[in-house]
């Protein structure tokens, strides 16, 4: 006997890496080159120089491989908190920071901590497809609400969506799969109808504001959600940014200005301490703070943006041109399914959207070496030409 949900999660793995695993099969059978991955959000990009003078150094630290405190090592959260207080004025402290393994542990632990108990997590669909496994793992139940048909928050939406047992809205920004940046007037809009909420409800509703790409922008400024909205929790990851994801490190910062701030906190730390993470890897929680505020070459990133992007549209795709993160959302011009086949027909590995809790388009990782875009170039035309809309 063993725990049903468990094993069916673990028997089915996400969509996204069982095309990840089917893509080495495909590259053994037909050869790497004829294989163009992008399902994955695996960075290509290499760990900047700081990354790998941070490890040389930090190696020579005596104990740096020992349990560190459950919530991180201090000198390392004090460090977070002074970054995040220069960035957005807010007065975060140590004691406002826990650290995790990645943003996933991040938001697992936010998730069990806010449940007082069938509770619900509004998610902005499309969505990252492993927040309705971590919510419900959690004991709660994510409420999806769509974009509107131009990505951007549909406000009225997530305010005709919240209950009285609704305790957060997730948001991510830059997206995945998306890659939109939410504006301020978008955030501010989100925050005031959230307060109205709250005094019908009498429940405060947490942001719980999901950003592994933070940085990852191009051009656009991403607003500080902790400046637009008090009750904001923060998962931080530097998977994305510094080519990590393997590393597994990232942090939860909590507003000082939330409404239970130090309970929350409390909350977060019991959670994590439940699910037996013990503390974030000790060697890595040093090493990403000696590189706070660097990033990996993003400009790689538009490189293959603007190229993808150039690719897709010329063949007649319908997409829109991303403003962060890495991935591009395409609109399937036939049947999902069948257009999803073709696309493996041709050696090109894409996820289908419905995991993102939309039907109808497919997500492309472009976070791939450049040359894999520039060659899957004549397979999307083919790819295009055998849905009709080339000739
Ligand atoms: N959130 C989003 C939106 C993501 O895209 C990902 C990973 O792709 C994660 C969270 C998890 O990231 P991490 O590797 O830091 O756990």
Do not use: W
């Not at 900047?48 to 201090?74: F, M």
């Not at 009225?156 to 948001?171: G, M, N, Q, R, S």
């Not at 990851?237 to 939330?258: D, N, Q």
């Amino acid at each position: 006997m063993v725990n049903e949900k468990m094993k069916a999660l673990g028997e089915t793995r996400s969509v996204i890496r069982e095309l990840f695993e089917f893509g080495k099969i495909l590259k053994r059978e037909r050869g790497e080159e004829n294989v163009f991955d992008f399902s994955l959000g695996n960075p290509s990009a290499p760990v900047p120089d700081c990354v790998n003078e941070a490890i040389e150094n930090r190696l020579k630290d005596g104990n740096i491989h020992n349990y560190t405190s459950a919530q991180g090592d201090l000198s390392a959260r004090a460090k977070i908190a002074e970054y995040h207080r220069n960035r957005t004025g807010i007065d975060i402290s140590a004691d406002n920071i826990y650290m995790t393994y990645g943003a996933a542990s991040a938001l697992s632990a936010v998730f069990l901590a806010l449940n007082t108990g069938s509770c619900e997590y509004i998610a902005i669909a499309p969505f990252f497809p492993e927040y309705k496994v971590f919510t419900e793992s959690a004991g709660g139940k994510l409420v999806a609400v769509k974009t509107k048909d131009d990505f951007s928050l549909d406000v009225d939406a997530v305010a005709a969506a919240v209950t009285e047992k609704t305790c957060c809205v997730i948001l991510n920004s830059p997206n995945n799969p998306v890659g939109n940046v939410y504006s301020e007037k978008e955030l501010k809009a989100l925050a005031a109808a959230l307060s109205i909420k709250r005094k019908q409800t009498g429940r405060t509703i947490y942001i719980v504001s999901d950003e592994p790409y933070r940085e990852i922008t191009y051009g656009k400024d991403v607003p500080d959600v902790m400046n637009i909205y008090d009750d904001t929790i923060i998962c931080y990851s530097f998977s994305k940014t510094l080519s990590l994801a393997g590393e597994r490190i990232g942090y939860v910062a909590v507003s000082p200005k939330a409404d239970c701030t130090g309970e929350i906190y409390s909350a977060v730390c019991g959670a994590g301490r439940a699910l037996g993470y013990v503390c974030a890897p000790s060697l890595f929680q040093r090493v990403v703070t000696d590189c706070l505020g660097k990033t990996a070459d993003i400009a790689v990133y538009r490189r293959n943006r603007d190229l993808i992007y150039e690719i897709v549209t010329r063949c007649g795709f319908e997409c829109v041109k991303p403003e962060g993160a890495f991935y591009l959302f395409i609109k399937c011009p036939i049947e999902s399914g069948k257009f999803f086949e073709i696309c493996k027909g041709e050696g090109v590995l894409v996820v289908p959207s419905e995991s993102f809790g939309v039907n109808g388009y497919v997500r492309l990782a472009y976070c791939v070496p450049t040359d894999v875009i520039e060659r899957s170039a004549p397979h999307f035309e083919i790819i295009a030409k055998k849905c009709g809309l080339m000739k």
